[in-house]
């Protein structure tokens, strides 16, 4: 990993600042970001930008393979209670110990989880709405911003199919599938409400229909919400993991028939395993048929509604009541940046709240806080517009095919390796797979997934996930960086391997199967 390089020290006019204020005033006069020090500012951040800079470009792998209590150690080393050392001195400690360790997503052998390499002009308006300090709750605190933001959420509802939609921008998928359920579960007590329910009666009849596969926010909502332990009814998926539509109807008469009440139905648009989608316009014909909300969560396939090839993996999504997105998986944007849509505007205002000294009534101003469960919020919109701008709708759709792609591309080059075994199949960018060598018992096979991760984690040389599908323990390659070629991914694949095969080598309880495998 790249050594820390020295940052530049403040510019001689914030020293010249600091000297003219008294004591009791000086920390907030060359501190903060004011008239007065937007020299101090400009000379901060171009140190920052450019020691960032050359640890992108010395990166070697994922990440340093420091051992975690070395890096407790290094983090209780820091005497946060101390006089202050100064920015230059403070922002040079802080890249010794963040930087200097931090997981680099853009590394060719970072392959485990839903994190990809970012946009540079995401990143170029990240320090722009960081520096400005925007909050998009009300009108009056982010004037044009707001206006910005309901444009992108315009944008991506059209994108969807919503052609009069709306929606708000959230910290990520889970936020943004706790809003959806909170919706759904108002719309589904005032319906009740009407037949002369109680509130109290309702609530504990309320089901989520899902898969087995859907995200464990969905399981997690509904326990935040208030609902029953067995408010979430998984229904049965194919052979593939996905939602069953003769199965989905079967389950929601059942629900029916027993006095329950359909909260919602949620399918996923890019499971967070297999990557796969639900047949979503089957799905939303049962849905329509038992007047149930449809929710998609498509927090991970989102990047398929600007796909010049696969757009119709979404056919359907915009019969659905709402969606989520995540610009930070599939846009290639800095976390966070997500969005909840709704195709019928009305829904958001279940959520709308309103106090004197913020949104009052009589306000007619576009306060976004009507739709947000958050109050202050950032302008994490700004990274996509200046990303569209920037790229344009279809280079980040070239972007998403090319992952893709490259996913599709594994899979065929692993389809008939001796060591290594594909366990699914998927339509957007993961790769399950497990060491499973001729002579080698499974339960031998079970056993080295964790281990392989954890060696390879250990060591920072690649970065794996492992999970467990329909009961067999897997490794997985999540493929989100566009600039990843085939080579890149047979190297890591190799780690695998040779890790693999020393650790049978070298552990006693796989002696047997090590000397099958060298037969």
């Not at 998927?426 to 060598?437: A, G, I, N």
């Not at 920072?460 to 999970?467: I, P």
């Not at 989100?480 to 890790?499: A, F, M």
């Amino acid at each position: 990993m790249p050594s820390a390089r020295p940052l530049v020290a403040p510019a001689a006019s914030a020293a010249t600042t600091a000297h003219a204020v008294s004591p009791s005033t000086a920390p907030a006069a060359t501190s903060l970001l004011t008239t007065a020090t937007a020299g101090a500012y400009a000379s901060t951040l171009h140190a920052v930008v450019d020691d960032v800079a050359a640890r992108v470009a010395a990166v070697s792998q994922p990440w340093s393979g420091a051992s975690r209590s070395q890096l407790a150690a290094l983090v209780d080393a820091v005497d946060l209670d101390a006089p202050g050392v100064g920015t230059d001195a403070a922002l040079r400690e802080t890249a010794d110990l963040y930087a200097t360790h931090a997981v680099w997503f853009h590394d060719p052998a970072y392959a485990a989880h839903l994190n990809c390499p970012v946009a540079l002009p995401a990143v170029g308006a990240e320090a722009m709405l960081a520096a400005i300090n925007t909050s998009v709750d009300t009108y009056d605190q982010s004037t044009v911003a707001t206006l910005m933001e309901r444009r992108l959420v315009t944008w991506t509802a059209e994108r969807v199919g919503y052609a009069a939609g709306d929606g708000v921008f959230t910290s990520g998928g889970t936020q943004s599938n706790l809003h959806a359920l909170f919706l759904a579960r108002e719309h589904a007590v005032e319906r009740e409400r009407r037949t002369g329910a109680a509130r109290s009666d309702v609530l504990p009849r309320l089901r989520v229909l899902t898969s087995a596969s859907s995200h464990f926010s969905v399981a997690r909502s509904a326990f935040l919400l208030g609902l029953a332990d067995d408010a979430v009814v998984t229904v049965a998926a194919d052979a593939d993991g996905r939602l069953d539509p003769a199965a989905l109807a079967g389950a929601l008469a059942r629900v029916l028939a027993a006095g329950d009440v359909v909260m919602a139905v949620v399918a996923t648009a890019g499971t967070t395993d297999r990557g796969c989608v639900d047949p979503l316009a089957a799905v939303a014909d049962a849905c329509d048929a038992a007047g149930a909300w449809l929710h998609v969560d498509a927090a991970y396939g989102c990047g398929l509604l600007v796909s010049p090839t696969r757009r119709h993996l979404l056919d359907g999504i915009e019969r659905s009541r709402s969606v989520t997105v995540d610009y930070h998986k599939a846009f290639f944007q800095p976390v966070s940046a997500s969005a909840l849509l709704v195709r019928d505007p009305a829904d958001l205002a279940r959520v709308a709240h309103h106090a004197d000294y913020l949104n009052p009534l009589e306000n007619a101003e576009p306060n976004q806080v009507d739709k947000s469960l958050q109050t202050t919020r950032r302008f994490d919109a700004l990274k996509l517009w200046a990303t569209l701008r920037a790229l344009g709708a279809e280079g980040i759709g070239r972007m998403v095919d090319a992952v893709c792609d490259l996913a599709a591309a594994v899979h065929a080059d692993l389809a008939d390796d001796p060591d290594l075994r594909v366990v699914a199949r998927t339509d957007l960018s993961t790769v399950l797979f497990r060491y499973e060598p001729a002579g080698l018992a499974r339960e031998h096979a079970d056993r080295l997934v964790p281990l392989v991760r954890r060696v390879l984690f250990e060591s920072g040389r690649a970065l794996v996930a492992k999970t467990v599908l329909d009961g067999v323990p897997c490794l997985k390659l999540t493929l989100l960086n566009p600039d990843v070629t085939l080579d890149d991914v047979r190297r890591v694949l190799d780690l695998v391997r040779t890790t693999a095969q020393a650790l049978v080598d070298t552990d006693e309880l796989l002696a047997d199967d090590a000397t099958a495998v060298a037969r």
